[in-house]
């Protein structure tokens, strides 16, 4: 096989692989950019297309003890896991747990709002040129609640945060109604409206025009096998278009995947995974979600898609790889339907996927403790397609030696 040099090989085509290897770019590195597939068809697929500028504290783990029991009895739509998975996740979820109190999860937040709050900005630094703004819409999501109690709670919660400058309207049924008309009448108690965060109706096309922006540019991407990265002298080889590529830096951003290689390298990153599926559907009676719906309890999105109206599930405790299990999304279909009109459904199977998430709620952004020239780019939980392109910018300033709009020791994976 022949050779050829880059400045840096980056693993993964997905929103975080895509953004690393385009702010690399920006500033004058030629980059290999490998993926086994198309870009954007994992992960950063099958989300509801949320750019959450309003997600400023991290999902954290229930500590109140009805919380606790309802999640125990597995019957909850909104979180579902396997008995035989629970077990061996119990030293992770014990971590979760931890870094869940109020005093450590106020440090994360603060860690990471940094990042939360230039998500829409970093986005949109690409949005002209890689022609998306079509695919994008600035007027929030809506948060739905079916009892005038949980409403009541969920207005106190958003009046905590108001030292974020968070955008919200707090909608009775009547209000709601004339919002999202096609809802139908009686479902729910009300809802609050999150105004900040901006939508997508296809995050797989925008990663995959972000990816072709990074080609247009003159940017390499190939398939390849991510896990056949060595180490070559001081840099990095990987066999990819049938020549063997060189590059003094490598970055891992495989998403669910990143441990794989990792694991090879010597590392043990605490990597545990909340699946979800989602489900495309037909309109019925013209009811088209204005916004993306969000039910509070059973933890599912609605939202207008491309492909139809999407809906995407909660959490699913369970093994990257393990079978698919169809009772959470049969069981949000149910609530669903008693929300909003849904015609058939559009897809032969459920699409699920893994999201990476680490026990204390941060991603991993930073250089590899021991191997030089080797970064990390990975777990980013609920948030992949909300903070890609912060991350992406984030790391890159890093690996350029530039200062980096904020500080990335909280992101270090040198914490595990």
């Known amino acids: 096989m022949s050779g050829r040099q880059a400045d840096a090989i980056v693993l993964g085509a997905g929103i975080i692989g895509v953004s690393v290897a385009l702010h690399l770019q920006e500033r004058g590195r030629t980059v290999l950019l490998v993926e086994r597939g198309e870009p954007g068809a994992e992960t950063s697929h099958g989300n509801a297309g949320l750019i959450e500028r309003s997600s400023v504290v991290p999902?954290?783990?229930?500590?109140?003890?009805?919380?606790?029991?309802?999640?125990?009895?597995?019957?909850?739509i909104a979180v579902r896991y396997r008995p035989a998975t629970l077990l061996r996740m119990a030293p992770w979820l014990a971590r979760y747990w931890w870094n869940s109190a109020p005093g450590r999860l106020d440090r994360l937040a603060r860690a990471i709002l940094p990042l939360i709050e230039r998500c829409i900005d970093e986005h949109r630094h690409w949005t002209q040129a890689a022609g998306t703004e079509a695919l994008m819409r600035g007027e929030g999501w809506i948060e739905l609640y079916r009892t005038r109690?949980?409403?009541q709670q969920a207005g106190k919660a958003a009046?905590?945060?108001?030292?974020?400058?968070l955008a919200y309207d707090l909608l009775d049924a009547a209000a709601l109604g004339a919002r999202e008309p096609?809802?139908?009448?009686?479902?729910?108690?009300?809802?609050?409206?999150?105004?900040?965060?901006?939508?997508?109706s296809d995050p797989g096309a925008v990663t995959r025009a972000y990816a072709?922006?990074?080609?247009?540019?003159?940017?390499?991407?190939?398939?390849?096998?991510?896990?056949?990265?060595?180490?070559?002298?001081?840099?990095?080889?990987?066999?990819?278009?049938?020549?063997i590529w060189r590059a003094p830096e490598a970055v891992v951003a495989l998403g669910p995947w990143s441990n794989d290689l990792c694991r090879r390298l010597g590392y043990r990153f605490p990597l545990g995974f909340k699946r979800g599926y989602h489900m495309h559907y037909a309109a019925a009676d013209g009811a088209v979600p204005r916004h993306p719906l969000c039910d509070a309890q059973a933890g599912f999105v609605l939202?207008?898609?491309?492909?139809?109206?999407?809906?995407?599930?909660?959490?699913?405790?369970?093994?990257?790889?393990?079978?698919?299990?169809?009772w959470q999304l049969d069981q949000a279909e149910r609530v669903a339907r008693r929300i909003l009109?849904?015609?058939?459904?559009?897809?032969?199977?459920?699409?699920?996927?893994?999201r990476p998430c680490l026990p204390d709620m941060l991603p991993i952004i930073g250089p590899a403790p021991r191997h030089r020239g080797l970064w990390l780019a990975f777990g980013h939980a609920h948030h992949g397609f909300t903070l890609g392109p912060a991350t992406g910018r984030l790391l890159a300033e890093m690996m350029c030696g530039q200062p980096s709009f904020c500080d990335p020791a909280p992101f270090a994976a040198a914490r595990f």
């Not at 180490?231 to 020549?243: K, V």
């Open 182 to 200: 096609g809802l139908l009448p009686g479902a729910v108690a009300g809802a609050v409206h999150w105004r900040d965060p901006v939508t997508v």
């Open 341 to 354: 009109p849904l015609g058939r459904r559009l897809d032969a199977e459920p699409w699920r996927g893994a």
């Open 149 to 151: 109690r949980a409403l």
């Open 303 to 326: 939202t207008s898609m491309e492909r139809g109206i999407r809906l995407t599930t909660g959490i699913e405790l369970a093994g990257r790889d393990e079978p698919s299990d169809p």
């Open 159 to 165: 009046t905590e945060l108001a030292a974020h400058g």
């Open 59 to 76: 999902y954290a783990f229930p500590r109140d003890l009805p919380t606790l029991a309802a999640l125990a009895s597995n019957r909850s």
């Open 212 to 243: 072709s922006l990074f080609t247009a540019r003159g940017g390499q991407l190939l398939r390849a096998d991510a896990t056949a990265l060595q180490q070559d002298g001081e840099g990095w080889r990987l066999p990819a278009g049938n020549e």
